[in-house]
Every structure is written in structure tokens, then in C-alpha cells.
């Protein structure tokens, strides 16, 4: 997708859709990534970490730091943990991985 943007066959209005909810994610519990976006050039990336499982209730859908995450999957729960980029300033989001989450 970016090769596309890059070359022109792609514009970025397509590729810079990130929502509100994970804009502000990305603003309020994001780390700072250690590259620039990839999109803008701009030093605002961010990564952020999204949780989704049935086990974890009314927090499968949101935003957490590691250690939220630990708390969560205590007592044996898990959840999917989403890893994902995303540049507050141009709308650019991608998911990095996605992983499994739980007691050990």
C-alpha cells in the first residue's frame, strides 16, 4: 500500500483513515515509535496497544499499556492484543501484529 501511495496510484485520503477513537488512543496511551510515519515524515507516530476477548469484558475494545494488560489476563484470561501504528497528524494507521495475551 505504501509502494502504491508513493507511486502516485494510491491517495493519501485512502491509506490516512484512522478514527477518531484511535487517533486519540494513539494521542492519550500511545508510545512514541521510534521511526518516523511513514506517510507525512512527521515525528508523531505512535504505538499503540488494542485489546479485544470475551474474557476481559467491558475492556476488549480499547486502549491499555503493558502493564494494563498484565492486570487483565490475570487468573487466566486472555485477549488479542493489536499492536498498531498510528500518526496523529496525517491519519495513517496500520496494524503491526497481533498476538495472544495471557497468564503464564
Known amino acids: 500500500m505504501l509502494r502504491q501511495f508513493?507511486?502516485?496510484?494510491?491517495?493519501?485520503?485512502?491509506?490516512?483513515?484512522?478514527?477518531?477513537?484511535?487517533?486519540t488512543a494513539g494521542h492519550?496511551?500511545?508510545?512514541?515509535?521510534?521511526?518516523p510515519c511513514p506517510v507525512c515524515g512527521g515525528d508523531n507516530l505512535r504505538i499503540v496497544l488494542w485489546v479485544y476477548g470475551e474474557?476481559?469484558?467491558k475492556a476488549s475494545g480499547s486502549a491499555r499499556n503493558e502493564e494494563e494488560?498484565?492486570?487483565?489476563v490475570d487468573n487466566g484470561?486472555?485477549?488479542?492484543?493489536?499492536t498498531v501504528e498510528?500518526?496523529?497528524?496525517c491519519k495513517w494507521n496500520h496494524l503491526?501484529?497481533?498476538?495472544?495475551?495471557s497468564a503464564r
Open 6 to 23: 508513493r507511486e502516485g496510484q494510491v491517495s493519501r485520503e485512502t491509506i490516512c483513515d484512522a478514527d477518531f477513537l484511535l487517533v
Open 55 to 57: 474474557q476481559i469484558g
Open 96 to 101: 503491526l501484529k497481533a498476538e495472544t495475551a
Open 86 to 89: 498510528v500518526c496523529p497528524d
Open 77 to 82: 484470561r486472555e485477549c488479542t492484543v493489536h
Open 28 to 35: 492519550y496511551h500511545g508510545e512514541p515509535a521510534e521511526y
Open 69 to 72: 494488560i498484565r492486570k487483565l
